[in-house]
Each structure stands twice: as structure tokens, then as C-alpha cells.
């Protein structure tokens, strides 16, 4: 816990190892700061609580964002996954209503994230009751289009419906990848206070710059209002065919991200395996190999952020 970020009941009663019902309680008989707005500063949690050791979520979640469509988020959010998955275990929430994750492994119907999120009174299923094991490592929460309902907050809650639903299972993934829908509103918000870090793919093209501003302000508001641990780990270019396409198109980008050194190349092998709804793998080992040495960055940019 740390003393100067600001944590949600629902985060403060699992570093707390307490329901959040007998937080809540405990927190208004207490009348510690905060009861009122919802948000509470470590600082005033470690004065009126024993906080247990080892008090840190177990996974890192990562917000695949970009407001912009076409840029990669989904192929990104795949195979990095499933490379990940390699030597981890991670789960892939699809959290974008156009379910193109859920389409690639998924042919029923049947339960979403939607059924998941206590918006609007539903009561909601437990998340663990609707993931898809894709490999023993590799695991996905589906999404639906009904998903694409959760346009306006009625309650303050509704801002934390993702991460309330997370919750339970954050112990059991190293890794959450969000891989988040083309657009801001709601749905975005969501996904940002839920996660702890943002990765932003960006498409090696003259107009992938158009929108970058908007979501490094929608990022730097979740991050002084909601999310005090949001945390960006950069841009990563996607669909790199050459040095050419390159030029200029870092350094617009630095103004607001830093940049990725490692690059996704623009490979056959992904639409192919997409659409014989297979793992990478089993198509393309070089090309599985590119997005191994991304996963490996990753991991190296954020062991430096957690030092």
C-alpha cells in the first residue's frame, strides 16, 4: 500500500484481507476521511487499519488502448497474451463489444463480461464462472455486443464496474490484458481504473498520430482522479513494413508516449491464424517470436516501474 495514492472500498477491502461490507462498516464507525466520496488514501488506511504484509495484488493489469480503430489493439492484445502465457499465466479480457476475440475462440453463445458488472441494478455472475480455458496458461473472459449498453454512469460505482468484477481473480493471473474497444467514453474509463499500467498500439501510417492527444488527456484524467497507479508503459508500433514508414512518426508520438523499441512486423501469418481460429503457434513460430521479444520488453519496462 502506499501512503500517497487514493484506493476505491472495494480495492482498500482486499489489500485490507476484509469484505468490503465489514470495510465499510468499520470505516464509517471509524468516520475515517473519505467515507463520504468513496476514496481512501493509503496513508489514512495504514493509520486506522493493520495492513497485512504482502498487501499487492498478485497480477498486473494492462490496458490495451487506443481511441483510434484499425491501430492492432486486438492482434496486439492476442499475441502478446499468448506469448505471455509461454512462462505465465494470463487471462485476455475481451472488453470491447465488437467481441473479435471472442469470435476467434468461441463459436456459442452464451455468457459475457456484461453479465459480469452490477450496472444498473443486474446482478451480476461471478467472472470466474464464465472463462474460457484456451490453454492451460491462456484463459479469456468473452464479450458481447450488449456490452456496448454501458454508456452512461447512472451511480459514482459505475466507474469501477471492471475492476469489482476483476477482483476476485486477480490472485489467480500473473498477467490481465484488457483489450480495450476504439473509443472513449464509459467503457474506456473503465477499463483505465481497473488497470494498473497502459500499452498503446499504434499502426505505422501517416494518420495514426490523429486521436493520440485525446487519450493521453483521457489517461492523465483516470490518472489524477480515479487511478493514482495508473502507470504508461508506451507505444508499441504495429504493422511495421519499413525504416521509411517510421519517419517522423516516433518522435510525434514521444511527445506524448514513449516508444517501444521493439516493433510488430506486418506478417501473413496473422490474419491467417485468425481466421482459422488457432493460436499463433501453430501457424507462425517466427512470427510468434517477434511478439516474444515484446512480451520480454514488457517485462523488463515494468520491473524498472515497479523498483
Known amino acids: 500500500m502506499e501512503a500517497q495514492i487514493e484506493y476505491s472500498a472495494s480495492e482498500a ?29 493509503g496513508s489514512v488506511l495504514m493509520k486506522y487499519f493493520n495492513v497485512p504484509e504482502e498487501s499487492e495484488f498478485d497480477s498486473t493489469i494492462i490496458a490495451i488502448s487506443n481511441q483510434k480503430g484499425g491501430e492492432g489493439k486486438t492482434t496486439i492484445s492476442l499475441y502478446l497474451s499468448e506469448a505471455l502465457a509461454l512462462h505465465c499465466k494470463v487471462l485476455l479480457v475481451d472488453w470491447d463489444p465488437q467481441a473479435n476475440v471472442t469470435q476467434l475462440y468461441s463459436k456459442e453463445d452464451g455468457p459475457s463480461i456484461m453479465d459480469c458488472l452490477s450496472y444498473r441494478g443486474r446482478k451480476p455472475l461471478e467472472l470466474s464462472k464464465i472463462i474460457k480455458e484456451i490453454t492451460d496458461t491462456f484463459h479469456i473472459v468473452p464479450s458481447s455486443l450488449e456490452l456496448a449498453n454501458l454508456t452512461t ?41 481497473a488497470a494498473d499500467y497502459v500499452l498503446v498500439p499504434i499502426q505505422t501510417r501517416a494518420f495514426s498520430l490523429q486521436g493520440i492527444k485525446d487519450l493521453y488527456e483521457t489517461i492523465s484524467k483516470i490518472q489524477k482522479k480515479a487511478n493514482q497507479r495508473l502507470k504508461l508503459l508506451g507505444a508499441v508500433l504495429n504493422q511495421y513494413e519499413s525504416q521509411k514508414a517510421l519517419a517522423g512518426l516516433a ?6 508516449f514513449p516508444v517501444f523499441e521493439t516493433v510488430i512486423h506486418r506478417r ?15 501457424i507462425d513460430q517466427n512470427t510468434l517470436k517477434n511478439f516474444k521479444e515484446l512480451a520480454n520488453e514488457l517485462k523488463e519496462k515494468l520491473n524498472v516501474q515497479k523498483k
Not at 251 to 256: N, S
Not at 268 to 282: D, F, G, H, R, V
Open 251 to 256: 518522435e510525434g508520438i514521444k511527445k506524448y
Open 13 to 41: 477491502s482486499k489489500i485490507l484481507k476484509l469484505e468490503e461490507r465489514e470495510f465499510l462498516e468499520r470505516a464509517k464507525s471509524l468516520k475515517i476521511p473519505g467515507i463520504k466520496s468513496g476514496r481512501f488514501k
Open 153 to 193: 454512469p447512472y451511480e459514482r460505482d459505475d466507474f469501477e464496474l471492471l475492476s469489482e468484477a476483476l477482483m476476485p481473480v486477480r490472485s489467480s493471473y500473473e498477467y490481465i490484458i484488457i483489450d480495450c474497444p476504439p473509443s472513449l467514453g464509459l467503457i474506456l474509463e473503465n477499463a483505465l481504473i
Open 268 to 282: 501473413e501469418s496473422i490474419p491467417q491464424a485468425q481466421a482459422k481460429m488457432t493460436p499463433l503457434a501453430k
